[in-house]
């Protein structure tokens, strides 16, 4: 073999390996698309959220006020139906059924829900102007108070599962220790993982 041949060949070598390791690479890229979200009322979304068909039904309600796509709210104070004005003073209240949550996606779920306790509510038992007394609030699964829902970082998180087309009543249990008669209000965060 002569030197010219030799050359070429490394030549082509270097020349078609760099080709090869060089084609298609980039560092970045910038492509505009469309992306179409439609926002559903609560009950029709893909985690539908909505009162039960139940006897404790009467403390859930879609919220249409202040433009609301139908939220549920949950309200424990005087509510129509119900002769009571609210929960007693230094009490433990379970409320089996009170909501439904349907999954309505593509993948089953485990549904998570964050427990409330005195300082999630505003000036509540224990914090600012209401320095005494205890208030957790707690969702468990159909009329199972003896497991209640946590939230998926909480040191124990407990779910339940709710497979695709699938249904879950969740129950509230409410325990409030000595406190001033008033009324409390938070919000609660409703988690589903797939």
């Known amino acids: 073999m002569n030197r010219r041949q030799?050359?070429?060949g490394l030549g082509a070598a270097a020349a078609g390996g760099g080709a090869a390791l060089g084609t298609g690479a980039f560092t970045s890229v910038e492509a505009d698309r469309s992306v179409n979200v439609s926002v559903a009322d609560e009950d029709q979304a893909y985690l539908a959220i909505s009162p039960?068909?139940?006897a404790n039904s009467n403390?859930?309600?879609q919220d249409t006020s202040s433009g609301g796509k139908n939220q549920l709210s949950l309200d424990f104070n005087a509510v129509n139906g119900v002769t009571?004005?609210?929960?007693?003073?230094?009490?433990?209240?379970s409320f089996d059924g009170v909501f439904v949550v349907e999954n309505q996606g593509t993948q089953d779920?485990?549904?998570?829900?964050?427990q409330l306790s005195a300082g999630d509510f505003e000036d509540g038992p224990g914090t600012g102007n209401s320095p005494n007394g205890t208030l957790d609030v707690e969702f468990y699964p159909g009329s199972s108070?003896?497991?209640p829902l946590t939230a998926s970082d909480a040191?124990?998180?407990n779910s339940v599962s709710v497979s695709?087309?699938?249904?879950?009543?969740?129950?509230?249990?409410?325990d409030i220790g000595n406190v001033d008669v008033k009324s409390w209000e938070a919000d609660v965060t409703i988690e589903a993982e797939g």
């Open 6 to 8: 030799l050359l070429a």
């Open 52 to 54: 039960a068909s139940s």
């Open 59 to 61: 403390f859930a309600f």
């Open 84 to 93: 009571g004005q609210g929960v007693g003073n230094s009490s433990d209240y």
């Open 109 to 114: 779920l485990d549904i998570y829900i964050e």
């Open 145 to 147: 108070s003896d497991s």
């Open 155 to 157: 040191a124990s998180s």
């Open 164 to 174: 695709l087309g699938s249904s879950q009543l969740i129950g509230v249990n409410i």
